[in-house]
């Protein structure tokens, strides 16, 4: 998901000929045999064409929160297609599964009195909160608020909007100019978001911030710093944005990663966790802050939204999910990984294997020693039956499913020692 990915895809270069899928984030010269083929989930487990075992150390692409093989989970999911796969939400229609869902959501929300709205994945919540914070001062008497805060680095998705605020260049080479009204600002720099509010008074719509930096490089906050963004977008009337697409459903050890913080947010973009990626599904949570002016015309018509938004299957795989994750206690689990997996990283960063070692709950970064190339470690501990995720110039991300065992979280450090070395 990162810019680095492109390197990331390098390895299998020359067995044979390109296939009819064009990969995502990869080579597309790369032939189709240097790809590893899964074929079959069990927790915290994934297994290829081959039988061969490997620890999932990256819950897919950040998102498998309850683990995999959850045939509780496909039960709904089939149950639900049989009764209705879907059905849309546009205008006057809705579906129970939707209906359902969303008030689940509310319930857990971290504002009171908040609302819902479904989109298929991240990306889509991304774009939609930017359009939902420009709507909502529109329909508050300001038009003009139209300037967007992201930081680097940062990941905020590939739709034109989110590629935008993305802060990793090459994800926005050679894609054209996209997004315009963007200011970005290094992560942890209250002073340059204050000079942007300063720099363009009655302008800015939104502060987009991951409260803890994801395919970025794994960045947990500067002590105060969210309540510092908090702080400025209250007294210069903007809306705080938190992205926990990564972060959200239990991730690092609270529900949604703004409590762990202490910090409201006004908007929050959520996906992956939420149905732990049985079936796409993403949305944003808006506070009163942001719906309230939205709601304030009675003849006002939100013209935004997305054919699959609310799909009633991926709300029935959400709905066991959070169920799932409620009755296993997966939430406090996180915070239980995270204790073991620094607990054995930060002997390896002792040993000088590591330069730094970084992480909340079940969300961790390491930094490798220059010269140390990302991609080649990941691929030793490939070899060795344990994926993580390379993000350049010298990062590894750990982020495994909540159900993982400890014997698999102490493979995971023990293979990545053998391999740095």
């Not at 009204?181 to 204050?194: I, M, S, T």
């Not at 500067?222 to 903007?238: I, N, V, W």
């Not at 073991?340 to 969300?363: F, Y």
Request: proline content about 5%; some cysteine.
């Amino acid at each position: 998901m990162t810019s680095t990915t492109l390197r990331a895809t390098t390895t299998g270069a020359g067995q044979g000929s390109p296939g009819p899928m064009l990969h995502p984030f990869a080579r597309p010269a790369a032939g189709a045999a240097s790809f590893t083929r899964i074929v079959r989930g069990d927790g915290a487990l994934v297994f290829d064409e081959h039988g061969k075992r490997y620890v999932d150390g990256m819950a897919s692409l950040w998102y498998c929160n309850v683990g995999h093989g959850r045939s509780e989970i496909a039960a709904a999911v089939a149950s639900q297609m049989e009764q209705l796969e879907n059905y849309h939400l546009f205008e006057r229609f809705v579906n129970p599964r939707a209906e359902e869902l969303a008030a689940r959501l509310v319930a857990l929300a971290p504002v009171p009195d908040s609302r819902v709205f479904f989109t298929s994945g991240g990306s889509e919540a991304v774009d939609t909160a930017i359009k939902l914070s420009r709507v909502a001062h529109a329909q508050a008497g300001h038009p003009g608020r139209t300037i967007v805060i992201s930081r680097t680095p940062s990941y905020h998705g590939v739709n034109y909007g989110g590629m935008a605020l993305t802060g990793l260049p090459l994800n926005r080479k050679d894609f054209g100019a996209g997004m315009a009204d963007v200011e970005q600002v290094p992560k942890d720099d209250l002073d340059g978001v204050r000079r942007v509010f300063e720099q363009n008074p009655g302008k800015v719509a939104a502060v987009f911030a991951e409260p803890v930096v994801g395919a970025g490089g794994v960045w947990p906050p500067a002590p105060g710093y969210l309540a510092g963004l908090r702080a400025l977008c209250d007294e210069h009337g903007a809306h705080l944005v938190f992205d926990e697409v990564i972060c959200g459903f239990g991730r690092v050890g609270t529900l949604f990663a703004g409590e762990l913080y202490g910090v409201q947010a006004d908007l929050t973009t959520f996906a992956k966790g939420v149905s732990s990626g049985y079936v796409p599904l993403g949305g944003v949570v808006l506070a009163p802050s942001v719906h309230e002016a939205l709601s304030a015309k009675d003849d006002f018509v939100l013209r935004h939204g997305y054919t699959y938004s609310g799909h009633a299957a991926a709300c029935a795989a959400a709905l066991v999910c959070l169920d799932i994750t409620e009755r296993e206690g997966l939430v406090a689990r996180a915070s239980r990984i995270g204790e073991r997996r620094a607990s054995g990283l930060e002997g390896l960063r002792e040993q000088g294997l590591l330069t730094d070692v970084r992480g909340v709950g079940a969300l961790w970064g390491v930094s490798l020693a220059e010269g140390v190339e990302p991609v080649a470690v990941r691929d030793r501990m490939l070899d060795n039956g344990v994926i993580v995720r390379p993000i350049a110039p010298s990062t590894l991300a750990i982020c495994p499913p909540l159900v993982i065992e400890d014997a698999d979280i102490d493979l995971v450090v023990s293979t990545m020692h053998a391999a740095v070395r």
